[in-house]
């Protein structure tokens, strides 16, 4: 269960980034049904300052030591160097082999693969480091066009905003969407982007082509339950296939086909959490048509079959026996 954060700072952290993490994990947000979390900000020499990127300084209260019981390490952005604090790479180590989840956000993740921790492992950083990461860590899976990879004990994510995503989805993978989705809303931001989706797009958007796809997709949401197909959303959208597509992946960072999916794996996630239906009635209600279906793709983005998921995280008088 995921109940003490402990966020590494080095010198010359970025504030935005650093900040990413206290805002998810360091506000309590009780009153919104949020669960605490022991907050911990901790550096090598804990009282003394260190420099932020931005002219300016704070003075962590913890030492390393307060890695020791974290569930979770975040690693924020920081300065690009050639030498990471041997200190704070023993510590992110120890961490990480005593089964703590590590968490970096944009160039957070060289730190952690100076430590060894990204070899063989598929992981991001932003798009403007990915030609040096690959250099320094050759051994890692690296995908430069994703906003966050989760590895399971180790989540990366790409700049500034992705950094929100990654840890919104962890705190929906730990605690529920519920908790997530109360977290955004305070934060004023989408509830989740998929991890998959493009960080950056590189042909520019026609300016007769800028109306936003917005109405689309609440259309879409509300209608979950229906068959859409490329064709289909191009005719309501009054748009060619090919524009639509390209509108899509300027707007969502991903396709149709993908967003939809994502958006109908999130709906599953609260009617598990909230409701007693049954998969098959699931699977109707967010247009996967079939359980099969439901359960290929929940897998595929959560990681657990749906019945696993319910088991965690339904409200009690929704864990109705018999349920599949």
Same mark, same amino acid.
């Given at each position: 269960?995921?109940?003490?954060?402990?966020?590494?700072?080095?010198?010359?952290?970025?504030?935005?980034?650093?900040?990413?993490?206290?805002?998810?994990?360091?506000?309590?947000?009780?009153?919104?049904?949020?669960?605490?979390?022991?907050?911990?900000?901790?550096?090598?020499?804990?009282?003394?300052?260190?420099?932020?990127?931005?002219?300016?300084?704070?003075?962590?209260?913890?030492?390393?030591?307060?890695?020791?019981?974290?569930?979770?390490?975040?690693?924020?952005?920081?300065?690009?160097?050639?030498?990471?604090?041997?200190?704070?790479?023993?510590?992110?180590?120890?961490?990480?082999?005593?089964?703590?989840?590590?968490?970096?956000?944009?160039?957070?993740?060289?730190?952690?693969?100076?430590?060894?921790?990204?070899?063989?492992?598929?992981?991001?950083?932003?798009? *403007?480091?990915?030609?040096?990461?690959?250099?320094?860590?050759?051994?890692?899976?690296?995908?430069?066009? %994703?906003?966050?990879?989760?590895?399971?004990?180790?989540?990366?994510?790409?700049?500034?905003?992705?950094?929100?995503?990654?840890?919104?989805?962890?705190?929906?993978?730990?605690?529920?969407?519920?908790?997530?989705?109360?977290?955004? *809303?305070?934060?004023?931001?989408?509830?989740?982007?998929?991890?998959?989706?493009?960080?950056?797009?590189?042909?520019?958007?026609?300016? @007769?082509?800028?109306?936003?796809?917005?109405?689309?997709?609440?259309?879409?949401?509300?209608?979950?339950?229906?068959?859409?197909? %490329?064709?289909?959303?191009?005719? *309501?959208?009054?748009?060619?296939?090919?524009?639509?597509?390209?509108?899509?992946?300027?707007?969502?960072?991903?396709?149709?086909?993908?967003?939809?999916?994502? &958006? *109908?794996?999130?709906?599953?996630?609260?009617?598990?959490?909230?409701?007693?239906?049954?998969?098959?009635?699931?699977?109707?209600?967010?247009?996967?048509?079939?359980?099969?279906?439901? @359960?290929?793709?929940? @897998?595929?983005?959560?990681?657990?079959?749906?019945?696993?998921?319910?088991?965690?995280?339904? &409200?009690?008088?929704?864990?109705?026996?018999?349920?599949?």
């Amino acid at each position: 269960m995921l109940r003490t954060v402990a966020v590494v700072l080095i010198d010359m952290t970025a504030p935005f980034e650093f900040g990413v993490v206290c805002e998810v994990f360091g506000i309590d947000r009780t009153e919104d049904g949020v669960p605490p979390f022991d907050f911990r900000v901790c550096a090598e020499r804990p009282g003394e300052p260190l420099r932020l990127s931005v002219g300016a300084q704070i003075i962590p209260e913890h030492g390393l030591d307060a890695l020791l019981d974290a569930d979770l390490v975040a690693v924020p952005a920081s300065l690009i160097r050639g030498e990471y604090p041997p200190a704070v790479l023993d510590a992110v180590r120890a961490a990480a082999a005593r089964g703590a989840t590590v968490l970096t956000v944009c160039s957070g993740a060289f730190l952690v693969g100076a430590a060894g921790l990204l070899d063989g492992r598929r992981c991001t950083t932003h798009w *403007r480091h990915a030609e040096e990461f690959a250099a320094r860590f050759p051994l890692a899976k690296l995908d430069a066009d %994703v906003l966050f990879v989760d590895e399971g004990d180790i989540i990366t994510s790409a700049g500034t905003a992705a950094g929100i995503d990654a840890c919104l989805h962890l705190v929906r993978r730990e605690l529920g969407s519920a908790a997530a989705t109360a977290i955004a *809303r305070r934060m004023v931001v989408p509830p989740q982007r998929d991890g998959g989706q493009r960080q950056y797009i590189a042909v520019p958007i026609p300016e @007769r082509e800028a109306d936003s796809l917005e109405p689309l997709l609440a259309w879409l949401q509300q209608t979950l339950d229906q068959d859409h197909t %490329v064709a289909s959303l191009a005719r *309501r959208a009054r748009l060619s296939t090919r524009t639509l597509a390209r509108r899509f992946a300027a707007e969502t960072g991903t396709t149709p086909q993908r967003w939809l999916a994502s &958006q *109908r794996v999130a709906h599953a996630r609260e009617l598990l959490e909230q409701s007693a239906l049954g998969v098959d009635e699931i699977a109707r209600v967010c247009g996967f048509g079939t359980a099969a279906l439901l @359960r290929h793709h929940f @897998r595929r983005v959560v990681g657990v079959t749906p019945m696993d998921y319910r088991r965690t995280f339904a &409200q009690p008088d929704c864990r109705t026996p018999g349920v599949q």
